[in-house]
């Protein structure tokens, strides 16, 4: 049996082609790829969410959401009708075109990035050979858009909240971007379905050892800031500027910057499962060949939302564990701790690398 | 020489009597003199109270003065303001900082502007409020005073009488704030002023340069409904000052009654009480840490913190039928008996709050996030706590000892052993762990009391319309966030002449100009949490 | 700062920081403390203190204690009650003063317990049933005594 979802790709695939002209087969194909991305992006928000809401809940010794169905599992459907159904309240004085457009820059931005991942064997919409480039680059845009809203709404909270984002945004974009250097390093490869590919074996954390698992708490704590969440979610930090950056946002333009919040929580959980545990693929040890082929019967969709779910719930411990940074602390700790980390650990990985220390 | 003397040789021209405390009433002009001498020559370093007062024929102040070296020990300083239509007085607060804030509010309720004052708005009221509303002659017409339904712009002007070389008084006006400063409201809606608190904050970026409270959105006018109730019916209104603390403030009002009546009060009732004071705080601290947790974006130390006070409001539930508004002490006692479970309950509770004491330090007061952003911030001098009478766990955190339980000791205070909490650093971690210590030397004192309250009566009768005898009377109770005084000015009738309350969160507001400065906006919230201020006492 | 305090900076901050994981890790397995209310609400016992509403009990007979003194209504600092009386032929032929209406403005309460203490005759009491929000605030005007109901006669 076969449980992979490539092989309905297959199928799917094959049935176009065999009754349609190229030109619409590959149409209809694209069509609903991106359609099912967008669905993807807006069920993976609910049940994030859902996620969210429950695991805090624990950790605060509550139950949590309830009410809506068994467990409360409708809850976040409930609230995201009604986010769409709720009145978007014109504020005066804003910049209009730049107030408006800032939303969706920010869920542009990280639907670009989330359509990047590969979410299973062979299951990835887009794959670059700069992947790794193309992933910091485009997830580095929605800095703008929170900029835009900050600035657009006219409203000192918010302008507070952007300046203190555009300050972490770069800060931090530094230090996400040394630590997946150190495994680009080690791989060679800036291709994402390679960087998954070499892992067959052995995932990189374990290849490269004590760097590469350097790199990997610098990636998630750098990756948590970019995130804007708690700790570091200064831009919005409730109890000093209400809600920093999205203050005037209602309805829906507010429920983008939600949605794009708890997906970019996913998005940085795939990228570091991908770059640093082996993305889809199931968990190898060499010399255990019986393990081994156990591990191979689970799907690579469940191995590769296994690890992204177990990183976003490490993540939601430390977001209801510790208190929000002061702006200045936040910029200690990345200058002055994670920034001259990874650049000493970008020193061991390619000593590492040279002399062929790694597995 | 004693005090008397010593003040009588001194104040030459002052009438010094000997009534609950010793009274000193000098005449107007006198009213600088008198109180230049206090202050500097004789000590008087803690402006306790300032309460404005209508006598029928004149307006005027009565003083509540100590000593730091003896903060109990309290010595009145009267005067009147002759004049109804135009009343002057000079100001004090230049010898006591907190005379600001207070001679502010005297103005807004009594009009006596006090000349010198550096800000002379009126303090709770609107600009353009109609009337005093504590002078005996107010017009309570509400068409004076219309609902108003549009909001109205807060001036940057202060207006302030200044003192000219050749003695006459001319009214200058100054900006609090130019129009060039990027001013951001902090409040009165907002997630963490624990209430309508409005401070607007003058930014440099992050940094701010200037802080102006702006008071009063729930000013109720609770002194003067007090002048036309009889004295039970008083006691409701005390818890719904400062609601974290509704023990200890009925306990202050209830024993201010009671030693005017000479009534001689049960052993039981004074252990019943302190106990109750005491699981009191430790509920106000517990929320004071938890909100202060939540301030700087601890969420669940905030849970957890809730989930412990819960514990003692059904404690309180149990035996006083109410959880945050308890009403349980009456004039002659309280108002039912413990119950037997009572004592279990409280034993139960001792040792759990004892663990979870030592988890909310591993999980907050070790995080090196939170010591971090307290370390070192917004810190307030010994001098500066004196000063502005900043007393309860934020003055001794700055070395203002101020227990009025050592000092002034009631109830069953002087039959338990326990530390004044006192340190020296006087920065936001200070005052954060002066309640976290605060919490556990109140568990001490309960442990103490809790197997040996003695049999008895919990409550004595008293008469059916109870008359204090003609005289002024205060007392005073440490509560949860400093010293809390009532002060019940009485003619003998079946009402009080005049209730004053001595706010414990105004002082606290009063100082998060000075010591927040070239902090962070984040620090000013973590300031005001460590301060612990509670708004419906601040505007009574 | 020194290297060796940096260097210990470090140590110290990522052991705080694991110690607070710890901490709500250990909270995550512990049982919720939520009440879960309406579900928990035929078991849930209100302690026999608790001030909710003010109410009149009335035995079998249709009868309270209620004597139309009024003295509940001067003590109610909040003028929540009011007394309304009438005055009724006796049998002895003198005209008595009876309890017409016992009017309590629940929305105007701070449940003091002034009236009850105060009560010669022990005819009021506060219950513990503490659901009593309503949508309309004429709701919250109630009347105490029973339709019909008399004075209990005073057993001989």
């Known amino acids: 049996m076969n449980l992979e979802l490539r092989t309905l790709m297959q199928l799917i695939d094959e049935g176009l082609r065999a009754n349609l002209p190229k030109f619409w087969a590959v149409a209809i194909e694209c069509l609903s790829v991106g359609l099912a991305l967008l669905a993807g992006y807006a069920v993976l928000a609910m049940l994030l969410i859902y996620v969210e809401r429950k695991v805090c809940a624990w950790f605060q010794v509550r139950i949590g959401p309830n009410r809506v169905g068994p467990f409360g599992i409708f809850q976040t459907v409930a609230d995201t009708l009604k986010m769409l159904l709720k009145e978007v309240i014109p504020i005066n004085h804003v910049d209009r075109f730049l107030f408006y457009t800032a939303p969706f820059v920010v869920i542009a931005a990280s639907m670009l990035t989330f359509a990047a991942l590969p979410f299973a064997k062979g299951i990835q919409a887009i794959d670059f050979n700069i992947g790794v480039f193309y992933i910091m680059a485009i997830s580095s845009i929605s800095i703008l858009g929170i900029l835009l809203a900050g600035w657009s709404s006219n409203n000192k909270f918010s302008m507070i909240g952007a300046m203190r984002s555009g300050a972490q945004m770069i800060s931090y974009e530094l230090s996400v971007g040394l630590s997946l250097l150190a495994i680009v390093m080690l791989s060679g490869t800036m291709q994402l379905s390679t960087l998954v590919e070499q892992q067959a074996d052995l995932w990189f954390i374990f290849q490269g050892h004590v760097p590469a698992f350097i790199a990997f708490v610098i990636y998630l704590i750098a990756g948590h800031a970019e995130t804007n969440r708690g700790p570091f979610d200064l831009p919005e930090a409730e109890s000093e500027l209400t809600a920093g950056f999205h203050t005037e946002y209602s309805g829906i333009h507010f429920g983008f910057f939600y949605l794009a919040e708890y997906l970019n929580m996913f998005i940085i959980a795939g990228i570091a499962a991908t770059v640093f545990l082996g993305g889809w693929q199931p968990l190898h040890i060499p010399g255990l060949d019986g393990f081994n082929y156990v591990m191979d019967f689970i799907p690579s969709f469940i191995w590769f939302l296994a690890k992204v779910f177990f990183l976003i719930f490490l993540s939601l411990w430390v977001r209801w564990t510790f208190p929000r940074l002061r702006i200045d602390q936040l910029l200690h700790l990345e200058w002055k701790y994670l920034m001259p980390l990874s650049l000493l650990n970008i020193l061991i990985m390619a000593v590492l690398v040279v002399m062929g220390w790694h597995f | ?540 | 700062m020194t290297f060796s305090s940096y260097i210990k900076s470090w140590g110290v901050g990522i052991k705080s920081l694991a110690t607070g994981m710890s901490i709500s890790m250990m909270n995550f397995w512990r049982k919720p403390v939520t009440e879960c209310y309406p579900e928990n609400r035929h078991t849930l016992q209100m302690s026999d203190r608790f001030r909710a509403v003010l109410t009149m009990p009335h035995n079998a007979n249709n009868e309270h204690k209620c004597t139309a003194c009024g003295i509940c209504q001067l003590s109610c600092p909040n003028d929540t009650i009011q007394v309304i009386s009438k005055t009724e032929a006796a049998e002895d032929g003198k005209t008595k003063k009876v309890l017409d209406r016992h009017v309590y403005k629940l929305g105007q309460c701070t449940f003091c317990n002034l009236c009850v203490m105060t009560c010669p005759s022990g005819a009021i009491v506060f219950s513990q049933d503490f659901e009593q929000s309503v949508y309309t605030r004429s709701k919250l005007t109630l009347q105490l005594n029973q339709p019909g109901s008399v004075l209990e006669k005073k057993q001989a």
Not at chain 2, 83 to 91: G, I, K, S, Y
Not at chain 2, 227 to 252: G, I, K, V, W
Request: glycine share 6%; charged share 25%; proline share 4%.
């Open chain 2, 1 to 540: 020489m004693d005090l008397q003397e010593k003040i009588a040789s001194l104040l030459p021209s002052a009438t010094i009597e000997q009534a609950q405390y010793l009274t000193i009433s000098v005449a107007k002009n006198d009213l600088r003199k008198a109180a230049e001498t206090l202050r500097h020559q004789l000590g008087f370093d803690i402006l306790w109270s300032l309460t404005g007062m209508d006598w029928g024929t004149a307006l005027g102040v009565v003083y509540h003065l100590a000593s730091s070296a003896k903060p109990g020990e309290i010595v009145v300083l009267k005067t009147q303001a002759e004049d109804r239509e135009n009343p002057m007085l000079h100001t004090v607060c230049d010898l006591w900082a907190t005379a600001e804030l207070n001679e502010r509010e005297v103005y807004a309720m009594f009009g006596i502007r006090f000349i010198n004052n550096p800000d002379m708005r009126k303090l709770l009221l609107n600009e353009n409020w109609v009337g005093f509303p504590l002078r005996k002659d107010y017009n309570a017409d509400p068409e004076l005073n219309p609902l108003n339904l549009h909001s109205d712009e807060v001036s940057d002007l202060r207006p302030k009488l200044v003192e000219q070389a050749d003695g006459t008084v001319k009214e200058e006006w100054d900006e609090i704030f130019t129009n060039k400063e990027y001013i951001v409201n902090i409040g009165p809606q907002h997630p963490a002023t624990h209430g309508v608190l409005h401070f607007r904050v003058s930014l440099d970026g992050e940094a701010i340069k200037k802080v102006d409270p702006h008071l009063g959105y729930i000013h109720r006018g609770i002194e003067r409904m007090c002048e036309s109730l009889t004295y039970p019916q008083m006691l409701h209104l005390t818890d719904r000052l400062d609601y974290l603390s509704a023990h200890m403030n009925r306990h202050a009002i209830c024993m201010c009654v009671e030693n005017a009546l000479q009534l001689e009060i049960p052993e039981r009732v004074k252990y019943i009480r302190t106990l109750m004071d005491e699981l009191t705080r430790i509920a106000s601290h517990l929320l004071a840490w938890s909100c202060m947790c939540m301030d700087m974006g601890g969420l669940t130390a905030f849970i957890y913190g809730m989930r412990d006070r819960e514990k003692i409001l059904s404690i309180f539930d149990d035996t006083c039928g109410g959880r945050l508004i308890t009403n349980y002490n009456i004039i002659g006692g309280v108002m039912a008996d413990i119950k037997p479970g009572f004592q279990k309950q409280v034993k139960e509770f001792i040792p759990y709050m004892r663990k979870m004491l030592k988890e909310h330090n591993a999980i907050y007061t070790g995080n090196v996030i939170a010591k971090n952003r307290m370390t070192g911030i917004g810190h307030m001098s010994r001098e500066l706590s004196i000063n502005q009478v900043v007393s309860g766990p934020s003055g001794r955190a700055s070395g203002f000892s101020s227990d009025m339980r050592k000092h002034r000791p009631y109830g069953a205070y002087d039959k338990v052993k326990f530390n004044e909490i006192m340190r020296t650093e006087g920065d936001t971690f200070a005052r954060y762990s002066a309640r976290l210590e605060e919490i556990s030397a109140s568990l001490d004192i309960i442990e103490q009391l809790i197997d040996n309250i003695p049999e008895g009566q919990s409550l004595v009768k008293t008469k059916a319309v109870i008359r204090l005898p003609e005289g002024e009377y205060m007392e005073w109770v440490e509560a949860a966030r400093g010293a809390f005084g009532v002060y019940i000015c009485s003619k003998g009738e079946k009402t009080p002449y005049r209730v004053k309350f001595r706010s414990t969160g105004m002082p606290l507001v009063a100082v998060v100009d000075e010591i927040s400065r070239d902090e962070k906006i984040a620090d000013l919230i973590a300031i005001g949490g460590s301060l612990d201020y509670v708004v419906p006492d601040i505007d009574r």
